[in-house]
Structure formats: structure tokens, C-alpha cells
């Protein structure tokens, strides 16, 4: 048993990663599918500061939460977080969003592909390696 752990964890997690990639995937796909591209106006930008201890070291880090105005079929939607930072981005700023019909009142500042597709990778990658681990 002792020896079959580490087969199980490694397929195990590297599962829990490809259906999680997958799920990301498909929800972004059907927000790329069925959102409608508006423009929207940076109304602020909150700045969080935390303290992060890794490997003896302190640092600070900093989160970006940043908050849009828009109109989506004649209705006004302020200080909408859009789940989505880039550097250089400022108040006052225009940008576009995803705005789903069925809930104007969220939008999506970022739908790619690129980071669903990583994170199935790398689980299918565990995956693998549990199945070949040597007992």
C-alpha cells in the first residue's frame, strides 16, 4: 500500500487538474460563443497590499481588482468588477468586456484559452507519471 501512494496521489491530482482545465474551457468557450463585446470605461482601480512569506523571504504583493462602467442594451451597469488585470491599466481608461445576455450585470475582462489548456496539460502530465511510477 506504502508503494501505491505516490501512483494515486500523482493520478489522482493530475485528474482533478484535467477536469478542472476542462471545465474552465467550456465555460469560457460558451461565454466566447454567446457574450456580446461592449466598451467600458475603468471607473477604479483598488489596490490590495499583502504580505507573502515564501522560503524564509517576506515580500509584498499587490492585487489589482479593477472595476468598470458600461451600457448594455440601453441599461447602465457601474462599478462592475471584471475579474481581470493588466499592467498598465488606469481609471478613466476604455476597454473592451464580454457581456453575457443572460447576466449583463457580470462581465469578463479575459476569456482565453491559454490557461484552461495549460492547466489540463499539466494534469494529464501527473497523470501519466502516476501510471509509470515504479512500484
Known sequence: MNRILPKL???GFGLVFVVVGIM???????????????????SR????TKTVRRNGRTRNEKEHDVYVDYTFEGEEYEDVNMGFYKTGMKEGQTVTVKVLPSNPGQCYGYTGMLFPLLFSG?????????LFLKN
Open 9 to 11: 496521489l500523482f493520478s
Open 24 to 42: 474552465m474551457a467550456m465555460h469560457f468557450s460558451k461565454i466566447n460563443k454567446e457574450a456580446v463585446d461592449v466598451t467600458a470605461t475603468i
Open 45 to 48: 482601480i483598488e489596490v490590495t
Open 122 to 130: 499539466l494534469g494529464f502530465l501527473f497523470f501519466v507519471i502516476g
